[in-house]
């Protein structure tokens, strides 16, 4: 099915020149040895413009921060110039910085909303981006746009075969609250959007009858791995097989070790006699994430700027189908922001 799907790519002609420019990959788990965290991020590749963006980005309790709010349309149209990771044919590559939408309400900034600007300034005239693939709001990583309909048409079919044959496309990394037992495995669960309080938010179902799945309950699957552990926390590397809003969030609460800076699904998780368990989601409102006295000290944080804490949660590795039938599949990698490789070093999580 690959071989067809790459002979299909062909549909635009630049695109075959375009995906054998990126870095080949021999293993889906390749992209670990270049995850840019610890002191080898400063030895990547950084996006252009990274000194005009880290200016825009200054936040002193968490550098590479993005606060929306604060920026102008002309300053975020800035920042994402200064976040391209490549530009090759009808393909661009963004390292999003976290807390960025990408959709939103009419009026809104967002990443669609100045697309048309963005196509513009990247000198790609009357052909106007489009998102193929990005990370939510709260994560940071990549986001893959194209100027060609042919192209993102067909990277989405490759995406969703590759989802129903339960091939990880995407690796995201991520700092935990805990550690995960097993160090490496499956997470499965039946997940349902409900509205509680005012606030959409993402429950688990067990046992959904086959009306539940009719009425929006999805059946989810995510792979994890334990890549290092230190002061009570793990990087983990996380590949999702299915996609639903938040389900590596409340995958990782499921496992009892919610993800750093989930401010949103983290008081599923409590704690009793040094035992964690886990409080019924539909009654557990969203709240500040609570972290342990010692943990606060050793992030260097005082505990209102804890409550702040970004949600340590990054689209690291994408990958993408070979250019032509015998070649192998390539990868688009995005460095860590730099708040995220500051707490792996607060932590002591390097890669073992």
Known sequence: MRTVLARKMGGCRVLGRVLGSWRRRPEIHAARKAAGFGTEARHQQQPRGSSKRSRLLENQSFPGLLQPENLSREQLIDVLRASVLDQKGPLVTLNKPQGLPVTGKPGELTLLSVLPELSQ??????????VVRASGKETSGLVLL?????????????????????????????????????????????????????????????????????????????????????????????????????????????????????????????????????????????????????????????????????????????????????????ELLAPLPPY???????LGLHQQ
């Open 146 to 330: 194209s100027s060609c309909p042919q192209t993102a048409s067909r990277l989405q079919k490759f995406f969703t075969y590759s989802q129903r044959a339960q091939r990880p496309i995407a690796t995201y990394w991520a700092v935990t609250d805990g550690i995960p037992v097993p160090s490496e495995g499956k997470i499965q669960a039946a997940l349902k959007l409900e509205h509680i309080e005012g606030v959409d938010l993402v429950v688990p179902v067990k046992s959904p009858s086959r009306k539940d799945i009719l009425e929006g309950v999805k059946r989810t699957l995510s792979y994890y791995r334990v890549v290092a552990t230190g002061s009570g926390c793990a990087l983990v590397q996380l590949q999702p097989l299915t996609a639903f809003p938040s389900q590596l969030q409340v995958h990782m609460v499921l496992q009892l070790c919610p993800v750093l800076g989930d401010h949103k699904y983290s008081a599923r998780v409590s704690t009793v006699l040094g035992q964690r368990f886990l409080l019924p989601a539909e009654s557990t409102t969203s709240q500040r994430q609570v972290l342990d006295e010692a943990l606060i000290r050793r992030l260097h944080l005082t505990p209102s700027q804890a409550a702040q804490l970004p949600l340590h949660l990054h689209l690291h590795c994408l990958h993408l189908p070979g250019a032509r039938p015998k070649d192998t599949s390539s």
């Open 121 to 130: 300034s990247l000198g790609l005239e009357e052909k106007e981006l489009q």
């Open 340 to 346: 995220f490789s500051r707490t792996l070093q607060y």
